[in-house]
């Protein structure tokens, strides 16, 4: 017969894996703190409009760092709408993570702490439609290198992913 050892040393063994796995998820929140506190604002937009003046056909976005260490090599990217790539994202370039093309892209070299970079004017996107219109801002991308120097993606719902060395932008 099988000896499967003692109750006592089974607790003990369950104990163990629960604060490592504890330890693990702190850690995971503590490296993604940095770039979780950077994020792009829409603050003004409008849908390309032929009967709107040229200069107020436009998607304007703020670049706000609320970390204590600043953000280096942000992009920020208006696309028109549509959704991501699920998995074959990371193997792709950065033009195509997403399946609706990009409609401009401007690059910031830096945002110190507890900061925000000015206004960024960007080409305004098609509609998505009349019933949605209202309520649905342009799909903005921000990409950054964090103070710590980890690359990060910002998603147009507000998912934070991780780059990996593989696929930084290119």
Do not use: C
Not at 28 to 47: G, N
Not at 124 to 153: C, F, N, Q, Y
């Amino acid at each position: 017969m099988t000896d499967w050892g003692s109750v006592s040393s089974w607790i003990a063994l369950a104990g163990a894996l629960a604060a490592v796995l504890a330890y693990l998820s702190t850690r995971r929140d503590a490296v993604r703190a940095t770039a979780a506190r950077t994020y792009p604002v829409v603050v003004a937009h409008s849908y390309l409009d032929e009967s709107l003046p040229h200069r107020d056909r436009r998607t304007r976005i703020e670049v706000h760092n609320d970390s204590d260490l600043p953000a280096f090599n942000l992009s920020v990217s208006v696309w028109h709408h549509g959704k991501p790539r699920l998995v074959t994202w990371r193997l792709r370039k950065h033009e195509d993570w997403w399946t609706a093309p990009r409609v401009g892209q401007q690059v910031a070299t830096f945002v110190g702490p507890h900061n925000a970079l000015d206004p960024i004017d960007l080409p305004a996107v098609a509609s998505p439609g009349p019933k949605v219109e209202a309520l649905v801002t342009p799909p903005v991308m921000l990409t950054l290198r964090d103070g710590t120097g980890r690359h990060w993606i910002r998603w147009p719902n507000g998912r934070l992913t991780r780059l990996r060395l593989s696929r930084r932008i290119r």
